[in-house]
């Protein structure tokens, strides 16, 4: 499989909705054990986009996953208990708060992947 092969795979699996899912297991659960999921799962989507391309799956990949995360917080919109319980933040809010959070490990791990890339 070439590097775009790879990019596109990437990119795929991005569009999994990785903040709502943090979110409704939160909710639903009272676990936070949704964002420690996300937290790996982009990781390593990031540190393979990085070590067998570069960042345009990174970008489109982070893109596509924050509209489809945010497609399916507006489903959950008509449910009143979700629009208080991430209070002081709308449920819209905390989607756009986590998902950039969530770039500080994607790009450490960019920067680890690099290093690698070089050594290698």
Known sequence: MGRMGISILIVCLYCFPFVYLSMYQDFANRSMFG???MIVATS????FGKFFGNLIPFIIG???????????ISEMAGNERWGVY????????????VSFLNL?????????????KNKV
């Open 44 to 47: 390593l989507l990031a540190f």
């Open 35 to 37: 964002y420690l999921i």
């Open 62 to 72: 982070n893109i596509v996953s924050g509209i489809v995360s945010f497609y399916f």
């Open 104 to 116: 500080i490990p994607q790009f450490l791990v960019m920067m680890l992947a690099n290093k690698y």
């Open 86 to 97: 991430f209070k002081p933040l709308t449920p819209n809010q905390l989607l756009i708060f």
